[in-house]
């Protein structure tokens, strides 16, 4: 008889809850579970800006993860000279990435080059043969590419990545030059 109850109400329920204009989401209509990863720029001062905006892109373009300065930081960013820009990640949040200051002077855009590592730590490799218009193109397309907002390919993979939280990856670290 309990059975029978339970199944009456779920049954009025599902009638009467659009009549009072109380809205029930479904597992499928739930929100993303979000990510929150933290960056830490401090040990690139001449990049700060250009940071804190790849971030911005980032969190402009992706639903599962949000990137935020401070915070227990699992990106930290650092400035070097000499030896080109690169990340090493597990590609799932956590990683370092290196800005080499003569590629910027060299004409490549410091905001595209933080952007496309941050790529790296959000799980995707590079496509150096790739448009300007795919963001893991890298310094492939040359310096006269300064997109720095991923396409949707790429925004796509990283929801996906992400989709089940802020999982431990087993797989070890990777350098991406």
């Given at each position: 008889?309990?059975?029978r109850?339970?199944?009456a109400?779920?049954?009025?329920?599902?009638?009467?809850?659009?009549?009072?204009?109380v809205?029930?989401?479904?597992?499928?209509?739930?929100s993303?579970?979000?990510?929150?990863?933290?960056?830490?720029a401090?040990?690139?001062?001449?990049?700060?800006?250009?940071?804190?905006?790849?971030?911005?892109?980032?969190?402009?373009?992706?639903?599962?993860?949000h990137?935020?300065?401070?915070?227990?930081?699992?990106?930290?960013?650092?400035?070097?000279?000499?030896?080109?820009?690169?990340?090493?990640?597990d590609?799932h949040?956590r990683?370092?990435?290196?800005?080499?200051?003569?590629?910027?002077?060299?004409?490549?855009d410091?905001?595209?080059?933080?952007?496309?590592?941050?790529?790296?730590n959000?799980?995707?490799?590079?496509h150096?043969?790739?448009?300007?218009?795919?963001?893991?193109?890298?310094?492939?397309?040359?310096?006269?590419?300064?997109?720095?907002?991923?396409?949707?390919?790429?925004?796509?993979?990283?929801?996906?990545?992400?989709a089940?939280?802020?999982?431990?990856?087993?797989?070890?670290?990777?350098?991406?030059r």
């Amino acid at each position: 008889m309990n059975r029978r109850l339970a199944y009456a109400a779920t049954g009025i329920a599902a009638v009467l809850l659009p009549l009072t204009g109380v809205q029930v989401a479904t597992a499928a209509e739930a929100s993303p579970l979000v990510v929150d990863l933290y960056y830490d720029a401090s040990d690139a001062p001449d990049y700060q800006a250009e940071a804190t905006q790849a971030a911005a892109n980032w969190n402009g373009a992706v639903h599962n993860v949000h990137l935020d300065a401070g915070g227990a930081a699992t990106i930290l960013i650092h400035e070097v000279t000499g030896g080109g820009s690169y990340t090493q990640t597990d590609g799932h949040g956590r990683g370092d990435i290196y800005i080499d200051t003569q590629q910027v002077a060299e004409g490549n855009d410091p905001t595209r080059i933080l952007a496309h590592e941050i790529g790296h730590n959000l799980g995707l490799p590079d496509h150096y043969t790739g448009p300007c218009s795919e963001l893991m193109s890298g310094h492939g397309p040359g310096i006269s590419c300064k997109n720095a907002i991923p396409d949707a390919r790429e925004r796509a993979q990283v929801d996906e990545n992400f989709a089940n939280g802020f999982a431990s990856v087993n797989d070890g670290v990777r350098v991406y030059r």
